[in-house]
């Protein structure tokens, strides 16, 4: 199997498709043997997505998802603003879906979710300290929150019901680690 020390690709030229919530971008690239090839890629501006944590319970939205034609459970999350830092955009997004303030939000990792197309990052925190307010979702946004027993979501996620990637990390990357999070 072969072995390459420097995997970069170097931008030669960078055209905007479309721009719009997220943009298309088409690139083209100079590869380690130097050949130039094309990317096609979404330009997004990150996310974040928030676990509200109450005791043994948390709090997970349900909303239907048009391109998987379903209704999902999942964090509360939303995309960022240009000049909204990870943290600001996850305080918000708590707010918009749950009407909930944390007293605490905790970073907790950092994934890229579909690396091979889109070149977004999504930060996920846990909130702590909650407490109720009005809940202010977007006009075209319609949300059930839900709160659940930890030991309810976990058995949800083994049988496939909760199948949003963000919420399934996070509940993986919770169970792992919840005593010391």
């Not at 050949?35 to 319970?57: C, F, I, M, N, W």
């Not at 391109?67 to 509360?76: A, D, K, M």
């Not at 970073?107 to 979710?113: D, W």
């Amino acid at each position: 199997m072969k072995h390459y020390s420097k995997l970069k690709e170097n931008k030669i030229s960078s055209k905007t498709i479309f721009k719009g919530i997220v943009g298309v971008k088409f690139d083209t690239v100079k590869l380690v043997n130097g050949h130039k090839a094309t990317r096609l890629y979404l330009d997004h501006q990150g996310a974040s997505a928030v676990l509200p944590v109450e005791g043994e319970y948390i709090y997970l939205v349900q909303q239907y998802r048009y391109p998987v034609g379903r209704v999902t459970l999942e964090l509360p999350a939303g995309k960022r603003e240009k000049s909204q830092t990870f943290l600001a955009c996850a305080r918000a997004e708590l707010k918009q879906e749950t009407g909930m303030r944390a007293k605490s939000l905790k970073h907790v990792l950092m994934f890229n979710p579909s690396n091979a197309f889109s070149n977004e990052e999504l930060h996920l925190f846990i909130a702590t300290g909650l407490t109720r307010g009005k809940d202010c979702p977007d006009e075209d946004e319609f949300i059930n929150l839900k709160k659940l027993p930890l030991s309810t979501a976990y058995q949800m996620l083994e049988r496939g019901e909760i199948c949003d990637a963000k919420t399934v990390i996070m509940l993986q990357w919770y169970k792992l680690h919840h005593k010391n999070a």
